[in-house]
């Protein structure tokens, strides 16, 4: 049945009510930020992301009421300031490493259906400025497996393995068992190859950042430590598909990001210094950014990070499917008032 919305401009008013209260106490390095347009995507509006101290990074879920601990900033935020914005059209960076067809992508992605519904955009090289919207993402197949016999927090070595040079770039490698304790191998963090060699697998290297500005995401010391001896690997990826064909296809040389949303954090470093890095919510991974020396005064007492862009809302989405033509497009499954996107 219809509903009819009562409610009063100025006589009822949303009223003040108590949230859950977060795990630990403000701290000086505290900082908040929110999605500024929370119907660019269903989620985006749902959480409110918090820094309470240099290695507590959390948010808040409106809809359940209930604080999740996330991934911890490679670089620890320092006094007098730090500072987050959201930033919509930003998410998910990666490259193709084939295109079966022109409605799939192989990428090296995450495992679930976490990225259906979202828009992907072509960012660069073949098809750049194309832009749809995922309708699906395979589950992800292992290609290679083994077994670390040492790593480091940008790399992993195999020696048992004689890979061609740079047979994986492009794909992802995740840590799915370490040795010993948890905080001892970097257990079940994923990361995108950069390159590898016959027995060596490298994906964080801050040299590489001038031609690949996500090129340095260690694995996250503070919580698992660097890659141990022992520790179980394998190399993967999945393929997604869109909603409709690329014109033109895409290929390896293609960049793109699908936009679940991203996270800046700028931060104090010494006495003139500031770090800057890069929240990948869906990925739960932090960039390390390049950040200039001494670009900023003496010594300061605040600073400020500012938004990255505006997003359009989404008002509506669908599929062709009536009579169309080179200036008209028909969706028989909708209902819309007459002209109201005029």
């Given at each position: ?7 009063k401009n100025?006589v ?6 108590w949230?859950?209260f977060p795990?630990a106490?403000s ?11 929370s119907?660019?995507?269903?989620q ?15 948010r ?7 604080w ?7 670089i ?23 295109v ?6 192989q ?5 679930g259906?976490?990225?259906k519904g979202?828009?992907?955009r ?6 750049a400025?194309?832009q749809?919207v995922?309708?699906?993402t395979a589950?992800v197949?292992?290609?290679?497996f083994?077994?670390?016999t040492?790593?480091?927090i940008?790399?992993l070595?195999d ?5 061609q ?12 068992l370490?040795t010993?304790?948890a905080?001892?191998?970097?257990a079940?963090?994923t990361r ?7 027995t060596?697998i ?8 001038p ?26 990826s999945?393929v ?15 960049r793109?990001?699908i936009?679940?949303?991203?996270i ?14 890069y ?7 932090w ?18 990070i ?16 009536g ?10 499954t909708?209902s ?7």
């Amino acid at each position: 049945m219809a509903f009819t919305n009562k409610l009063k401009n100025q006589v009822d008013m949303p009223v003040w009510e108590w949230c859950r209260f977060p795990p630990a106490v403000s701290s000086a390095l505290s900082t908040t930020c929110a999605a500024d347009n929370s119907t660019f995507s269903v989620q985006h509006g749902r959480y409110i992301y918090y820094l309470q101290a240099a290695t507590n990074f959390m948010r808040y879920d409106t809809i359940s009421d209930t604080w999740q601990q996330l991934a911890t900033p490679h670089i620890a935020p320092a006094i007098p300031y730090s500072s987050m914005s959201f930033a919509g059209g930003m998410g998910y960076y990666a490259r193709p490493i084939s295109v079966p067809s022109s409605t799939t992508i192989q990428a090296p992605l995450l495992s679930g259906k976490v990225f259906k519904g979202f828009n992907i955009r072509i960012i660069g090289g073949t098809g750049a400025g194309q832009q749809r919207v995922v309708t699906d993402t395979a589950d992800v197949l292992a290609t290679d497996f083994g077994t670390a016999t040492a790593g480091a927090i940008g790399s992993l070595t195999d020696t048992n393995k004689n890979w061609q040079v740079n047979q994986w770039v492009g794909y992802q490698i995740k840590i799915v068992l370490s040795t010993g304790a948890a905080a001892t191998g970097g257990a079940i963090q994923t990361r995108k190859i950069l390159y590898n060699t016959a027995t060596v697998i490298t994906f964080a290297d801050s040299a590489r950042c001038p031609e690949d500005p996500w090129a340095n995401t260690p694995i996250l010391t503070t919580a698992f430590g660097t890659i141990a001896a022992g520790s179980a690997y394998q190399i993967e990826s999945s393929v997604l598909t869109v909603n409709s064909a690329f014109s033109p296809a895409l290929d390896t040389t293609s960049r793109f990001v699908i936009q679940t949303g991203g996270i800046w954090l700028a931060s104090a470093q010494g006495t003139s210094n500031y770090s800057l890095q890069y929240y990948d919510i869906q990925a739960d991974q932090w960039f390390i950014r390049t950040a200039n020396t001494g670009p900023v005064i003496t010594t300061p007492t605040d600073g400020t990070i500012q938004r990255f862009g505006e997003n359009a809302s989404i008002w509506e989405m669908g599929t062709a499917n009536g009579t169309n033509s080179t200036t008209v497009l028909q969706d028989t499954t909708q209902s819309w008032v007459v002209n109201q996107f005029v």
